[in-house]
């Protein structure tokens, strides 16, 4: 798998129909990896975002906002719970409707906890951000994969630094990160038959925003760069 993220989010050919799965339960959702979707627009790529109810208003105003400038590319924002699979499908039904085709599907779901010890996780917690963390990922690929393989189009699956090198307080988020590493290995091979790349972001900018008393000390000083 490559990860280089400019190889994967910058320039689109102008006829491609993109789909972000995108989840922000706390931060304003124009933030983050949410940057890509103006950047895909601005190189001309017809864009389909997504977002929870709670905000709908404010997506339909990046819509505005994209749609009214200058860039040759569109925008469209959809409501979409990813935690409902009919949600997910009905997602994809739209952008297809919309575009004839889908060539990208972004996986950018996810939750990050605040900091808490096994301790403190009840199995539900657990379970819950696995559901929006893994499963909605693996919910937007099945419902993506009939129309990506049309395409031979890719499936980008924001992964995290941390889910390999892990993370203290952290047991579920790096948990899930783990597996969305491992299911897009998994997806790649299964689906490379069909000229679908399957690759994951692993967000390697994090790198440099965790403090180093969020890594075990060994780690913190054998990666700890010298200036």
């Not at 339909?60 to 040759?72: A, F, G, Q, R």
């Not at 569109?74 to 699979?85: A, I, M, T």
């Not at 952008?95 to 990208?104: F, H, K, N, S, W």
Request: hydrophobic fraction near 40%; aromatic fraction near 8%; glycine fraction near 8%.
């Amino acid at each position: 798998m490559r990860n280089d993220r400019n190889h994967m989010l910058q320039r689109p050919h102008p006829k491609f129909s993109w789909m972000f799965v995108i989840w922000r339960s706390r931060d304003n959702i124009w933030n983050g990896n949410w940057a890509a979707v103006p950047g895909q627009v601005r190189h001309g790529a017809k864009v389909v975002f997504c977002a929870p109810g709670s905000e709908g208003e404010r997506g339909k105003v990046i819509e505005k906002e994209l749609n009214d400038s200058v860039w040759p590319g569109e925008g469209h924002f959809e409501v979409c719970d990813v935690l409902r699979e009919t949600d997910i499908k009905t997602l994809v039904s739209v952008t297809v409707e919309l575009y004839g085709q889908l060539d990208c599907l972004v996986n950018n779901a996810g939750s990050h906890p605040p900091d808490q010890t096994i301790d403190d996780v009840s199995a539900q917690e657990f379970r819950s951000l696995m559901d929006l963390n893994v499963v909605s990922c693996f919910l937007a690929a099945k419902a993506a994969l009939p129309h990506l393989r049309k395409t031979k189009g890719n499936i980008i699956n924001i992964a995290s630094l941390v889910g390999l090198i892990g993370q203290k307080y952290a047991v579920p988020y790096v948990a899930t990160k783990g597996a969305v590493t491992a299911m897009t290995k998994a997806m790649a091979i299964d689906e490379s038959k069909y000229g679908v790349r399957v690759n994951r972001n692993p967000q390697l900018f994090e790198f440099q925003h965790l403090t180093w008393q969020y890594l075990d000390s060994y780690v913190g000083e054998a990666c700890k760069p010298d200036s």
